[in-house]
């Protein structure tokens, strides 16, 4: 059925009008209140904390030094900019962006497919389970993982991977506040406690490079290092895509802001746990409302508890994040070292345990299994709750599903995510299946930067719609991260036949 060409704007792609209801007031944010306001942002941080800045990054900058922070700083700006775009959409429809998304031509359909299928190549691939599982070996064993041990390996990231699948069973009322307060739990003690590893293990001279580097300066040789010579560009775009969130984790910021209910978002419901949680009546299509001299100080109101978590949580968090494991990492181990493989998560525990002893050593696993843990579980979480709402807002035989619970149609994606990530755990080790997902994430970037520029400038009312230096702004993310792409599929500015992804993927 083609999608009608008459009607409202929103509903010309195949999908029912926008309803109509009040803006509710935003709560209180004076003083520490404003920890009760804020979370969506503490969620894509947690998942942030454990791809690019606990994994990929370290692994980027101890072979290539500290000057590649500047990319981290460029990237963690354009992300925080497009999280607040994102959520811009989700305040005034209580809709999630990927709906938004689905309401351009040519079609919800063709839309839906588009960002499905791109989610599930990003994070259908449980890497952060595998990687954690390389931490456990060595909790266990005492020694890294080497290729001997890629089975037993196997089996912990099983293990690692079907605990995260649990919480999201029998994790509370709502899965959006379990999530969100595991999160806080992770990145207050991680932060915590690679700030005392750093203050004993780190010379002040990483710091000091570690500042500097956020400008591309190298104090060693006191000059501008931006691009490292013979660079591996399949591992520097994926570190590019994930230093944040990365790709459409990025998006699924406005799903967890519906289920926070901010904004319109408190209209329509939200996705309640199979186990404890009750039934809740999720609506299909949002709600928006008349802007009026009431509505528009409301709006001015949620906006300003969305830069609260955005700039002040997640933008200072990333870059936070970001840069303390890299001044650890470079600390500990060797220049130029390539630390990626079955151990890749233990590394670090091992070469902090020569200098500290078996119980620095320990700790330093713990935390990796921690991390690496709960980032699997924030980034499962997400697949399927994206998932679950593409299929929520453009099916209706869908929504007719037993009886119109939404609770059936989660967790049936997440049976067969789960089905899907065991056999991917078996395909490859986890740190390639991890820059896989983060260069797809590279191309969702430019793809969701350009689709919420056109979403926020046609479909939200003028005074709504973001001013003319945040178009540019998505405009240049999109390029940033359109060279990045360009990089690691062609292998460089001139196309390389020998280091191409494109074209070693078909030869």
Known sequence: MSAPTAGPREARSGLPPWGRADLPAPPATDGLKVLSVVGPGAIALGA???SGEWLIGPATFVKYGLT?????????FFQTLFNTEVVRYTLYTGEPAFTGFMRTQPGSRFWAWVYAILFFCQSGWPGWAGASAGALFYLGAGRLPDTGDARAVYYLGVAAFAGSVAILVFGGKRIEHTLEVLNWVLVST???SIGVLCAFFAPGERWLAAGA????FDPATRSFRLIPEGADWFLIGAFAAYSGAGGLVNV???NWCRDKGYGMGSVVGYIPSAVGGKTVSLAHTGSVFELSADSMPRWRGWWKIVAADQWGIFFVGALLGMALPAILYTSALPPSTDVR???LAAALAKALGERGGTAVAVAVALISVWILFKTQLDILEGLVRSVTDILWSGSARVRAWRGGDVRFVYY????TVTVWGLVALSLTQPYILLQLGAN???VAMVVGSLHILRVNTTLLPEALRPPLWRRLALVAMAAFYLVFVWLWLMGGLTPDTKKGFLFLLFR
């Open 213 to 216: 580097g956020f400008f591309g």
């Open 252 to 254: 699924a910021i406005s």
């Open 68 to 76: 590649l922070l500047w990319v981290t700083l460029v990237a963690a």
């Open 341 to 343: 493989g079955l151990g």
């Open 190 to 192: 991680i932060f915590l």
């Open 48 to 50: 942030a904390l454990g």
């Open 412 to 415: 049936g994606v997440l049976a």
């Open 440 to 442: 797809v994430a590279g």
